[in-house]
């Protein structure tokens, strides 16, 4: 079992575009289960997938089970299965000895940019690049899973 340790930001749109990206990788993910602080999601990467489940134990930390599956049986699970998901395209920036994960969304989520920074301990300090602004680890609507439910363009 894995442990994830996360916490998560919005990121200012305008310095943003200014940052020197590396390529990014598109992402589709489906959920079949996604309530109670717990999700089960298909993940589709380009040429590769993965069945994932997650149980938020604080608001910091779940613990977290990923696998590879088949790449056209991550496909027929995400059609068959589930009914909302989310869409983005993710990059990731090394800054300050860690890697920042930002997630620009596409579809119904389009116009949100998330910025995540995995810890190995919940007080672990860390150096913010200046396009991270308003932390929302504590706000519940930018999970993946909830923004698959209630979308950013209805807020």
């Known amino acids: 079992m894995g442990i994830e340790i996360e916490r998560k930001f919005l990121v200012d749109h305008k310095k943003w575009e200014m940052v020197d990206k590396p390529t990014g990788t598109h992402y589709a993910q489906g959920y079949l289960l996604a309530e109670n602080g717990r999700t089960v999601r298909v993940r589709i990467a380009e040429k590769a997938a993965w069945l994932n489940l997650k149980c938020k134990s604080t608001n910091l930390t779940r613990a977290e089970f990923e696998y ?82 209630v979308p950013f363009c209805i807020w």
Do not use: C
């Open 68 to 149: 590879e599956i088949p790449l056209e049986e991550g496909k027929a699970i995400l059609e068959a299965f589930t009914r909302v998901g989310t869409e983005k395209t993710r990059y990731r920036i090394p800054f300050g000895g860690n890697t920042w994960e930002v997630d620009v969304f596409a579809g119904p989520n389009q116009g949100l940019i998330v910025a995540e920074i995995e810890l190995e301990s919940e007080n672990q300090s860390f150096e913010r690049p200046d396009w991270v602004s308003e932390e929302v680890t504590d706000d519940g609507r930018y999970t993946n899973a909830a923004l698959a439910k």
